[in-house]
Every structure is written in structure tokens, then in C-alpha cells.
């Protein structure tokens, strides 16, 4: 059973910064290019960027780029988004998630609440 655990978000200032993880269990996670995704309330969900599944590319949304980073370890079946000056109009659930061959998304998981306040 496919599952993507997300973790370290929080209340944080503006011009803070956060690491958020996602844990990817029940798939070949080597195999997978993996994204990052939020959802603002009352929103669409946008992609924030993705990773390659060596972790040698990445592609960054253009409100974020040169803030944030993505890594991933697949040895432990991780990715990363590495978070920096952050703004409030980057407060979100973030969501870690890959693509099956099909186009369609992986299970979603819980998400982790990131909130940044002016």
C-alpha cells in the first residue's frame, strides 16, 4: 500500500525557514520523480517544484524559485523541500506526491500545515 507521510511544518515569521520531509512508503521510491505541492485555503493546489529521480534536476514554481530547495535520499525513500525567506502567501498545506505511468496522482497523504505570519 502506497503511502507519503509528510512532516515538519509550522507557524513560523516571515523571513523564517523550514524543512518539510515526506516519507514515501510502499513504492520503488527510486523509481519516481517526486513533487511538492500546496494548497492554500480556498484554492487550487499548485506545484511548487519536483525533483528527477536521481535528485539531479529540479524544476521550481517561479514565486519560489531561489527560495526554495528540493532533495531527496533514496536510500531512506525521502524528499525534502528546504524552505527559505519565507513569505505569508507561502502559508499552505504542503504535500509531497509522484505521478503512476498512468498520469495520475499517487494517494495523497495528510499534507503539513505551513503558516507564515507578517
Known amino acids: 500500500q502506497v503511502q507519503l507521510v509528510e512532516s515538519g511544518g509550522g507557524l513560523v515569521q516571515a523571513g523564517d525557514s523550514l524543512r518539510l520531509s515526506c516519507a514515501a512508503v510502499?513504492?520503488?521510491?527510486?523509481?519516481?520523480?517526486m513533487g511538492w505541492v500546496r494548497q492554500a485555503s480556498g484554492k487550487e493546489r499548485e506545484v511548487v517544484g519536483a525533483?528527477?529521480?536521481?535528485?539531479?534536476?529540479?524544476y521550481y514554481e517561479d514565486s519560489v524559485k531561489g527560495r526554495f530547495t528540493i532533495s531527496r535520499d533514496n536510500a531512506k525513500n525521502t524528499v525534502y523541500l528546504q524552505m527559505n525567506s519565507l513569505k505569508p502567501e507561502d502559508t499552505a498545506v504542503y504535500y509531497c506526491?509522484?505521478?503512476?505511468?498512468?498520469?495520475?496522482?499517487?494517494?495523497w497523504g495528510q499534507g503539513t500545515q505551513v503558516t507564515v505570519s507578517s
Open positions: 525533483t528527477i529521480k536521481s535528485g539531479s534536476s529540479t
Open positions: 510502499g513504492l520503488p521510491f527510486s523509481t519516481y520523480a
Open positions: 506526491n509522484a505521478r503512476y505511468s498512468s498520469g495520475s496522482y499517487l494517494p
